[in-house]
């Protein structure tokens, strides 16, 4: 029996699709719910699995392509394939042979997902020395983290076979824009052509929140499972200011300011695609475990590709970190049609002046980046202030004072 492998219905925002990655090809056995291919949208990357265990007997559009909701990429046969039984039996001997014997089978990175070819790239591994538990002898993500764990120190793979090549000369490189980073752009040139933006900065002893997480640390890993981190107080005092200054959490509509009496918080998160930032809902009833938990899941969604539509969709104000990545100090695009976002920012050691004397202390600046249509100068001001005050007295955020 034949059956269509259609493109899953598209979110009422997007409007096409493109062929990401293809893992099988035409003639390939496949089992039921093996992913088949990623369908990459400007928001997310779709998997497309196998209603059942057959064949892929067509492949109608290939890697690169546009797609639109429900259109027929692929023919797929259903039952066994010729030949399955001894395919079945060679994928169970190929999961008790040595590396070498499972590479000479066939496990090539054509036939990675791309979660377990980035694991491998970021790590420099050698596909074929990863036994794979998989169907068909298949490399997953656990199989991966296994083998590293098991040889922490593996040399890198080197190629001494292949001849140095000399570069006689300059050359380029052009790769296509992804559909994602096409939309970053666009909603980047839409913030800065579309509102009054402005930043104030301010800066932040963060020495009482470090004195604090050094002392709950392991208590708090040991009761909730999860590293207490700064982005938890960061969420905590934002919520906090933005319910003494609701103009921040206020977007323009038409000609209409549109007040939220929620709290929806983005955060931005860094993935291989891009940066997205996902939304963190009724951050104001979540308590601080609960806040690291969130985050931590949606990191791990991101960085996997798994975020759906909806955990992106909406947010009042964005958090983005880029002291993550050493930032000293930056200007923040809004994320429309949200009216601010504060961007948080390297912690340094800094000499500092305290009641006459000069201190060495750990200090980080804050950058708040406001539409000033809605946003008024001495409201931005003051909420940037009121985090400060906020991060700087930790406890005023467990007394709501």
């Given at each position: 029996m034949s059956i269509e492998i259609k493109v899953p219905v598209l979110p009422e925002s997007v409007a096409d699709a493109s062929i990401a990655t293809w893992h099988v090809q035409p003639g390939d056995s496949v089992s039921r719910d093996q992913?088949?291919?990623?369908?990459?949208?400007?928001?997310?990357?779709?998997?497309?699995?196998?209603?059942?265990?057959?064949?892929?007997?067509?492949?109608?559009?290939?890697?690169?392509?546009?797609?639109?909701?429900?259109?027929?990429?692929?023919?797929?046969?259903?039952?066994?394939?010729?030949?399955?039984?001894?395919?079945?039996?060679?994928?169970?001997?190929k999961a008790d042979a040595p590396a070498d014997v499972a590479a000479e089978a066939g496990e090539g990175n054509d036939a990675l997902s791309p979660s377990v070819r980035r694991l491998i790239a970021e790590h420099n591994l050698d596909a074929a020395a990863i036994t794979g538990t998989g169907v068909g002898g298949r490399i997953s993500k656990e199989d991966v983290e296994a083998f590293l764990k098991s040889k922490p120190a593996a040399a890198p793979v080197v190629q001494a076979e292949a001849p140095a090549v000399e570069l006689s000369g300059r050359t380029d490189k052009r790769v296509p824009m992804t559909r994602l980073r096409k939309r970053?752009?666009?909603r980047l040139l839409e913030a800065k052509n579309s509102t009054a933006m402005l930043t104030t900065f301010n800066e932040v002893n963060m020495q009482p929140i470090m004195v604090l997480r050094k002392?709950?640390?392991?208590?708090?890993?040991?009761?909730?499972?999860?590293?207490?981190?700064?982005?938890?107080?960061?969420?905590?005092?934002?919520?906090?200011?933005?319910?003494?200054?609701?103009?921040?959490?206020?977007s323009l509509d038409g000609d209409d300011m549109v007040y939220h009496n929620y709290f929806d918080i983005s955060i931005a998160v860094s993935t291989p695609r891009g940066l997205v930032t996902p939304v963190l809902r009724d951050a104001d009833k979540l308590s601080v475990a609960e806040i690291e938990k969130g985050i931590k899941e949606l990191a791990i969604k991101g960085r996997d590709g798994k975020l759906t539509v909806e955990e992106l969709t909406g947010g009042n104000?964005?958090?983005?970190?880029?002291?993550?990545?050493?930032?000293?100090?930056?200007?923040?695009?809004?994320?429309?049609?949200?009216?601010?976002?504060?961007?948080?920012?390297?912690?340094?050691?800094?000499?500092?002046?305290?009641?006459g004397k000069v201190e060495i202390l750990p200090m980080m600046y804050?950058?708040?980046?406001?539409?000033?249509?809605?946003?008024?100068?001495?409201?931005?001001?003051?909420?940037?202030?009121?985090?400060k005050e906020l991060l700087e007295d930790p406890t005023?955020?467990?007394?709501d004072i």
């Open positions: 992913v088949l291919v990623d369908i990459e949208t400007d928001k997310v990357v779709l998997e497309v699995p196998a209603p059942e265990d057959g064949v892929i007997s067509e492949i109608k559009h290939e890697e690169g392509d546009t797609v639109l909701g429900e259109q027929v990429i692929a023919l797929f046969k259903a039952g066994a394939a010729p030949g399955a039984e001894v395919s079945k039996q060679e994928a169970e001997a970053i752009a666009e002392q709950y640390q392991d208590i708090f890993e040991k009761r909730h499972g999860i590293r207490l981190g700064f982005m938890s107080f960061y969420v905590k005092a934002v919520v906090e200011a933005l319910k003494r200054y609701p103009q921040v959490n206020a104000f964005t958090i983005t970190n880029g002291g993550v990545f050493g930032s000293l100090m930056s200007t923040p695009i809004i994320n429309p049609p949200q009216s601010a976002i504060l961007g948080m920012h390297a912690i340094k050691d800094r000499p500092m002046a305290v009641d804050l950058a708040l980046s406001y539409d000033h249509r809605v946003i008024d100068g001495k409201e931005s001001v003051g909420f940037l202030v009121t985090i005023r955020l467990l007394l």
